[in-house]
C-alpha cells in the first residue's frame, strides 16, 4: 500500500536514512502538533521488506503520540526473537518482524530508525 508514498511539504520533522550494508535508503517527512504524529510521509529507493515496513508504519504511526512511536521503535529491535511481540495497534507488524526475517532485519528497522532519528 503506497498511499503515503510521497514528500510532505508542510513537515515539521524529517529524516534521511541510509543503509549502508545494502544501500536501502529511506526519507520521512512527518507533521507533528502537540506531541502527535498527524502525517507521515516517505520516499525510499529499497527492496521488498523496508518498502512493506514503512508502509505499515506510515499508516499506524498516524494520531500516535512520539512517545508511542519511540516505544515501539524499542519492541521492534527486540523483535525478531519473539513470537507475535507487538501490543494490539501495532499486530500489522507481527506479520513481517519475525524469526523467519531475521536475515532482513536491517531493511524492516530502517524506517522505523528513520522516524525515531527524525522525531530526535
Known sequence: NTENHGALDNHTHFSNLKNAICGDEMKVYLEVEN???MNFKYECESCIYCQAS?????????????????IFAIAAKN??????PFEKKW?????????????????????????VDALS
Open 79 to 84: 523483535s525478531f526473537n519473539k513470537k507475535n
Open 54 to 70: 514503512v508502509s505499515l508504519l506510515s499508516r499506524n504511526a498516524k494520531n500516535k503520540s512520539v512517545d508511542d512511536i519511540k
Open 35 to 37: 506531541n502527535i504524529i
Open 91 to 115: 499486530k500489522d507488524f507481527n506479520r513481517i518482524m519475525s524469526g523467519n526475517n531475521i536475515s532482513r532485519k536491517e531493511c524492516l528497522l530502517l524506517p522505523i530508525n528513520a522516524a
